[in-house]
């Protein structure tokens, strides 16, 4: 029962406010009511964020209690989490002491702990790109997926910068591969993501797809 | 109004009419054709295994918001997983879901409870999935592989709004051995996709999911409209290549400058 009553105002809400953004974008007029809903919006979104968050901590603590082989994991993170939260905190409470901005402890963490390990993980996406690139063969041999190999390999030898290791050949290929072909593929599923945005974002505001309350 | 907002509302006006015109057709039509897409073949087949040998499918929804560019990505991703739910209805354990963007994971769980609680899912009205793995693009890939390599999830669908960290979740599930069906908006997300993953969706096939599952008449006549629309650009394109070749473009130019 609940579900009728909520269904059919969730989704007058959603048109409206989609139909209104939309305009807005067309019509000058319509542009201050426009960045009032999205300004309304990104603050929604930003709450949404600690209900997000309350929400990863509870997915967390019960995973802890299952005592999985990944439990150790959630209880890192979930100390990870608290920590970072009483520093958050602490600089907030010196901020409004001070009087002025002080962030020092949190941006310590920030470059000397997040800084790090997302960098880390960049290298490590490098070497997975790579192991990708030369198993595509392995996993799916037809006309396509050499072809990607090929241009992969023509692409990265062309991209020399060592002097005596530049072959000036595979340079001017490389050029045309990423200036003609490449190009051309990349504004062709522009123009098909283009269309497929197009549709969607019309179909929910015609009401047929409303991913908000099922 | 601009010249842009003139051209935006033909584009939205001529869409609504080619979409509602072609549901009208497709109604009279017993059966609609639509081109094969191995990766919805591979859904349609991965729902039956799950709901025979009682397991569930993954699906991420990426880290795309609602107030971005990247925002069709994520709704694409919810579509999809409305339908594995209703697909998946006689199956014990329904879909889980995972996000890296808070508004994303907000209205996965609202989802998933809307369409359990119309299936008369129990259990998931309670304890919705949906769960916010990560904020930052690499923490969301690090937090979604324990779900990945939970062994209950026989096969992970990855759709949405996600950037190279996707190969996290690519190679993942080839190593857990379970089919990985994924695609996104992000052109060099796509060319990862394409050499990591068992069945990728490429371009606007990541649209398309309605149409492909059965969601109604309008998700197959945004299909056709697209088509339309696809050969109007592809003549304007040939159209304008020929103006430049024989001149016409000065031509026109010209008349606007005024001196002929």
New interface residues.
Partial sequence: M??KVK?PISTAVAIGVGVIV?AG????SMDSIRFIL?RT??V??AV??????I??AT?HIK?IGKESE?SG?SLILLISLLITLIVGITDMAQTYLVGRPNFQITNWVFTNIQLP??TS??AV?TI??T???A??LR?RMNMFSIS?FFVVLLVLLGSFSIPSATIPFLQVIRDWILRVPALGG?R??????A??????????L?G??R???? | MSATGFTGIVVVVLFVGLMISFSIINNNRKSIHVRPIAAYEKIKKEINVSVEDGTQLHISLGRGGITGPESAAGLAGLILLKQVIDKSSMCDHPPVASTGNAVLSILAQDTIRGSSQALNLADQQKNPSGELTGVTPFSYAVGTLTTIRDDNVSANIHTGWFGNEIIWLTTAGERQSSPTIAGTAQLPAQSVIYASASDPLIGEELYASGAYLGAGKLHKASISAQDVVRWIIVFLILGSILFNLFGFNTFIEDILAGSL
């Fill in positions: 609940n579900i269904a939309l974008y067309f019509i000058p999205l919006g990104l929604l979104a949404a964020l600690l209900v997000g968050i929400n990863l997915v995973k990944n994991y390990i997302e993980l960049l996406t997975s790109l192991y990708a690139a198993g595509i996993k990607f990349a062709g599923l522009l123009l098909g993501i269309l497929g945005t197009i549709t969607t974002g019309i179909r929910v015609l047929t797809d991913p908000y309350g099922g």
